[in-house]
């Protein structure tokens, strides 16, 4: 009796064993793909050819709007920035009749791109003028989750979230 309790005890403590050996394996598989993807996403913003796709606006006042049927985007290639995007908010000084969006185009000024290894994130800034003098501001995430601000002299700040990716070779 005691030595089928051995064998069983010790059968219990290798499959353990094995079991642990098997997770850190697939930690570290996670941690390699992760690596990877914010590697790729880094050399993305790095090439200054990407696009942003909005999925959600954060007005300053309200809560937050689904842009399933409303998306709005900001490609910049060759550090030329445009951007198409819905907004939700106060306007201080535009013109009556007007889009009511924030639509620019014209090239990226000031641009910054500040790395944090540590969490695998990606901060990358401009500013643009076109009418309105627009300040961009993008948290980029391993994954291309991104959170991006804007920041006009005329409207109230606007924040979305939404994915960026590489821009196709007919959108450019």
């Known amino acids: 009796m005691g030595r089928i ?9 290798l499959l353990g064993l094995n079991v642990s050996v098997f ?3 697939d930690e570290q598989e996670k941690k390699e793909k992760r690596q990877r993807q914010y590697e790729e996403i880094l050399a993305l913003v790095k090439s200054g050819q990407f696009i942003f796709e909005a999925d959600r606006a954060f007005p300053q006042s309200g809560s937050s709007i689904d842009l399933t049927t409303n998306y709005g985007y900001l490609k910049v290639t060759d550090s030329v920035a445009t951007a198409e995007l819905p907004y939700f908010g106060r306007a201080y000084n535009v013109d009556y009749g007007g ?7 014209g090239k990226a000024n000031e641009t910054e791109i500040s790395e944090n290894p540590a969490k ?33 002299n ?11 990716s590489a821009v196709e070779e007919e959108e450019q």
């Open 154 to 164: 005329d409207r109230a700040a606007i924040s979305y979230s939404g994915k960026i």
């Open 120 to 152: 695998m994130r990606i901060q990358y800034s401009f500013e643009v003028k076109d009418r309105d003098i627009f300040k961009i501001m993008m948290e980029i995430g391993y994954d291309g989750d991104t959170s991006l601000s804007v920041i006009s």
């Open 99 to 105: 889009n009511g969006g924030i639509n620019f185009s």
């Open 5 to 13: 309790l051995i064998i069983i005890l010790s059968l219990t403590f």
């Open 23 to 25: 997770a850190y394996a």
